[in-house]
């Protein structure tokens, strides 16, 4: 445990409220602190290599749209979708990347570090981070117990569109 890299320290859900706050800017800003540390325990890990094209994609499909949305050609269009997906995809890709290299170092260092994949799909970089947490405390205790979080992601996947339904009752008739 003394040769383990102090993984990244925030709440999951402190980083969620701040990507909402930032509108997603801060899931992008978080993973990379992730990929960085993901890369510091696995070296082979091309999980920032994927970030970093994101983002290309991500900004280069913002700004095909921001150029062209008054009047957007339809291959226009096309590339910014294309770009987006490709983004997305990255994004989610990089948290596999991540989420296989924890499971390996889970299996060194012989703690339970199963990361879910449809959890991980959903909630990627929160999800990881709450595992991410769970590994810091670990490291800095050696208590297991109680397991990473994962009914939480769960619960906030089903509390979190009655929220914005009973905000859309409210705020629509106004």
């Known amino acids: 445990r003394e040769s383990l890299p102090t993984p990244p320290g925030l709440h999951w ?88 290299s924890v499971r390996v170092l889970g299996r060194k260092l012989g703690v339970p570090m199963d990361v879910g994949g449809v959890t991980l799909f959903f909630f990627n970089v929160f999800y990881l981070q709450g595992a991410l947490s769970w590994l810091r405390r670990w490291n800095s205790t050696g208590r297991t117990t109680p397991a990473p979080p994962l009914v939480a992601f769960w619960v906030l996947l089903l509390v979190f569109p009655f929220g914005i339904g009973v905000l859309a009752a409210i705020a629509i008739p106004s």
């Not at 402190?14 to 990929?35: D, E, P």
């Not at 325990?41 to 920032?48: E, G, H, K, Q």
């Not at 913002?62 to 990255?90: D, Q, T």
């Open 13 to 100: 859900f402190i980083v969620l409220l701040l990507a909402v706050m930032t509108l997603g800017l801060f899931s992008w800003i978080w993973a990379l602190v992730q990929a960085s540390w993901v890369k510091k325990i696995d070296p082979t890990s091309r999980a920032v290599s994927f970030l970093g094209v994101g983002v290309v994609c991500v900004v280069a499909s913002n700004v095909l749209y921001a150029m062209n949305n008054a009047n957007m050609p339809p291959m226009i269009s096309l590339a910014v979708l294309v770009l987006s997906v490709l983004g997305f995809a990255m994004f989610v890709g990089a948290s596999f990347s991540m989420a296989g």
